[in-house]
């Protein structure tokens, strides 16, 4: 299947010669955390400042400082007090990328994807499903070992809800997405059983109504797992593909692409097709969008994981023009912490504006908790 969805990483253009980080306060073992670390705010442009003084609202819309009067930025950078942050010392090191400097800089900053895992709970989910049940066979690609939450919870703000039919119908038993939810999720599968019909149309457009605000530079999708047929609360027998058809199409309008997996053969391909392409905001005369059929415990983990993979991307997006051909023969990239080889492990994409990571590295990179990525360029390869 092909990359569903692009997990960027802003790269951050810095005008300091070789490899310069000032790390986190709030993250530093040696440093004893102030309450105020981590501490919920609004990075968005012009929003009220909610940190104390001496911390800054991070990307990630929490509280964080670099320095402060007893912690001193790294050479070359100078601390403001007021808010926790470094900044470059000009009667040092001349302001602007690519000035009179040996190399240019490149830090990275990761953005999570928001993902909700929307299970059907029916009845049918109790069946047999390759020595255990559809509902388990489930719940082990997502929280077993191996399974997808389990493998990426660190790097994605996972979030599921079971739904089915209930009084008022649909049910949706939930967990809120966030980092390092497993033991949340499989609690959410632990305290639930499969039974009644498969309400999928209004669950979707429940699931949407109640998505919720999505973090700073963070792109929402909803994964749809289900075994059958969809039908209304209380009307076993209905037809509603073209309702949930419909709800899918809605669910992209609102700016969250929905994916469907289907937990064995009793899905239709036609009703598949229909429901991936409504989702992905297919119009006609276009590819087809990619749907997944899991027929076995091992084929569900897999497609499982390749929908949540593809949501994770190893492209970098640059913040400045670079020459590619200059970046190519000068660049030296570290990953982790490991340089790692030019064309082999990385390369600048031809537009100048791309910096993608290959092979093996690139899975290190998406199950990473705290990724890191630098890259130092020669003078020059900044085009302005």
């Known amino acids: 299947m092909t990359r569903l969805m692009t997990r960027s990483l802003l790269l951050t253009m810095l005008a300091a010669c070789g490899a310069k980080t000032n790390a986190s306060l709030c993250d530093q073992a040696s440093v004893t955390p102030n309450p105020a670390c981590n501490t919920a705010c609004d990075p968005a442009p012009g929003a009220p400042a909610s940190c104390p003084a001496g911390y800054y609202c991070a990307p990630d819309g929490k509280c964080d400082a670099q320095c402060d009067a007893t912690h001193a930025c790294i050479d070359g ?139 700073p530079n963070s792109a929402p999708i909803i994964v749809l797992a289900t075994d059958g047929e969809p039908n209304q609360c209380g009307n076993n027998g209905a037809d509603t593909k073209p309702q949930s058809v419909i709800a899918a199409g809605a669910s992209y309008a609102a700016g969250i692409p929905l994916y469907i997996l289907s937990v064995g053969n009793a899905v239709s391909d036609a009703h598949l097709q229909a429901m991936a392409n409504a989702g992905a905001g297919v119009v006609a005369g276009q590819p087809d969008a990619p749907f997944f059929r899991g027929n076995n415990p091992a084929d569900l983990k897999a497609a499982f994981q390749q929908i949540i993979g593809g949501v994770l991307s190893c492209d970098l997006q640059l913040t400045d023009n670079v020459d590619p051909g200059q970046a190519n023969a000068t660049g030296s990239v570290t990953v982790n912490g490991q340089t790692i080889p030019q064309g082999t492990g990385w390369v600048v994409d031809g537009d100048g504006h791309t910096l993608h990571i290959l092979g093996a590295t690139c899975t290190d990179l998406k199950t990473s908790a705290t990724p890191t990525v630098d890259a130092v360029f020669g003078c020059g390869t900044v085009i302005f």
Do not use: Q, W
Request: charged share 15%; proline share 9%.
């Open 77 to 215: 950078y100078t601390c403001d007090l007021a808010d926790g942050t470094c900044h470059l010392d000009d009667t040092i090191t001349p302001p602007g990328p690519d000035a009179n400097c040996p190399s240019v800089h490149v830090s990275a900053m990761p953005t999570t994807p928001s993902v909700l895992l929307l299970i059907d709970r029916s009845g049918s989910m109790s069946e047999t499903f390759g020595g255990t049940t559809k509902y388990n066979a489930v719940r082990d690609a997502l929280v077993g070992s191996g399974g997808v939450v389990t493998d990426l919870e660190a790097s994605v703000y996972f979030g599921a809800s079971l739904y089915f039919e209930a009084n008022p119908c649909p049910g949706l038993d939930s967990v809120p997405r966030a980092k390092n939810n497993k033991a949340a999720i499989a609690g959410l599968f632990a305290g639930n059983s499969p039974g009644g019909n498969t309400p999928t149309p209004v669950s979707i457009d429940k699931a949407v109504a109640e998505f919720g605000v999505v973090p």
